[in-house]
């Protein structure tokens, strides 16, 4: 069932298109990834979707309801850098996250007190925020953005802010929540997606660059590749860039030192590759034949 349907979204800041024309569905009960480097328009994009800021264009349809009509009340959102008052304890916070979205008092305290427990906070709703650390206030931001159950929990950048064990923290809830809700997270981590989501939307520069379900797009942009690498020294750099119009090679990505080929034939380009390194000389560090891999393309979609 389409939980989720955009069209032709865009978002102009003058002459800037932060999000431009990017249409996607989302199904009931998934987790998608919306992964793109910094200024991709990923926050631009969640905070369209959470009504916060009006489209410059386009249209999104929530659970087959009319484009324009407020679903606000079924979403959950947790901003990328959500503004908390510290004097008030975790428990005010989400009883008055869960007032705000329409909940009678008696049962916001009830639910709040449930949504703590969920994100493992149950013993520290009664401090007062000032004092939690990054990871327990991102777990507080949870459990706000989850109080009143939505049907769509829009997280940005939930764990990019957090140290390793912050984050691990986090990954662990997200793996649980994304059971029970559909979620859409931003992040600028492939791994970060490739971890807990099964679907994911790249963006850059306002566009989506590749859509769809990781595994499919692991096999569609499994090619064959060469990947070197080479002592960084004027000789061998200027080496593998000589290498790139070779007519065997038939896309390069070139950076400090390092390179990957994509080849149609391994085999023959392999053969040739190390010929050459051994009759010149070149100081080779590393020498791998395979396939490329989601982060190449990642790379390949951000580099360009
Ligand atoms: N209020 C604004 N006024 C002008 N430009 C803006 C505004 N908000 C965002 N932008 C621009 O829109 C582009 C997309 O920004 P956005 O914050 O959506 O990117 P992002 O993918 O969330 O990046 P990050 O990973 O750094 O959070 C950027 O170039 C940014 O400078
Ligand atoms: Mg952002």
Redesign the pocket.
């Known amino acids: 069932m389409t939980l989720l349907e955009v069209t032709g979204l865009s978002?102009s800041?003058?002459k800037?298109r932060?999000?431009d024309n990017i249409s996607f569905v989302i199904e009931a009960g998934q987790c998608v990834a919306l992964l793109?480097?910094?200024?991709?328009?990923?926050?631009?994009?969640?905070?369209m979707l959470a009504g916060l800021l009006p489209p410059s264009a386009g249209q999104i349809s929530f659970n087959g309801s009319l484009p324009g009509t407020d679903y606000r009340k079924e979403l959950g959102y947790l901003p990328?850098s959500p503004a908390m008052y510290r004097w008030m304890s975790g428990l005010e916070y989400v009883v008055f996250a869960a007032k705000l979205s329409g909940i009678p008092s008696r049962e916001a305290a009830k639910v709040s007190a449930a949504a703590l427990e969920r994100v493992g906070l149950a013993a520290a709703g009664r401090r007062r925020i000032g004092g939690y650390s990054g990871g327990m206030k991102q777990r507080l931001g949870l459990a706000q953005a989850l109080v009143h159950r939505p049907k769509l929990l829009l997280l940005?950048?939930p764990v990019?802010a957090l140290d390793p064990i912050g984050r691990r923290e986090v990954m662990e809830l997200l793996r649980e929540i994304r059971g029970e809700t559909t979620v859409i997270f931003?992040t600028?981590v492939l791994h970060d997606a490739e971890e807990i989501c099964d679907n994911v939307i790249l963006?850059n520069q306002?566009t989506i660059a590749v859509q769809g379900e990781l595994s499919e797009l692991r096999q569609q942009y499994s090619l064959p590749v060469i990947r070197l690498s080479v002592e960084t020294g004027s000789a061998a750099a200027g080496w593998l860039e000589s290498l790139a119009l070779k007519p065997f090679i038939q896309a390069s990505q070139i950076s400090g030192g390092k390179a990957v080929f994509n080849v149609a034939d391994v085999a023959l380009a392999r053969r040739a590759i190390l010929q050459e390194a051994v009759g010149l000389n070149i100081p080779l560090l590393h020498f791998e034949a395979g396939s490329s891999t989601l982060e190449d393309l990642f790379m390949k979609v951000v580099g360009s």
Do not use: C, I
């Open positions: 978002k800041y003058g800037q932060s999000v793109g480097p910094n200024g991709a328009g990923k926050t631009t994009t969640l905070r990328q940005d950048e990019s931003s600028h963006m306002g």
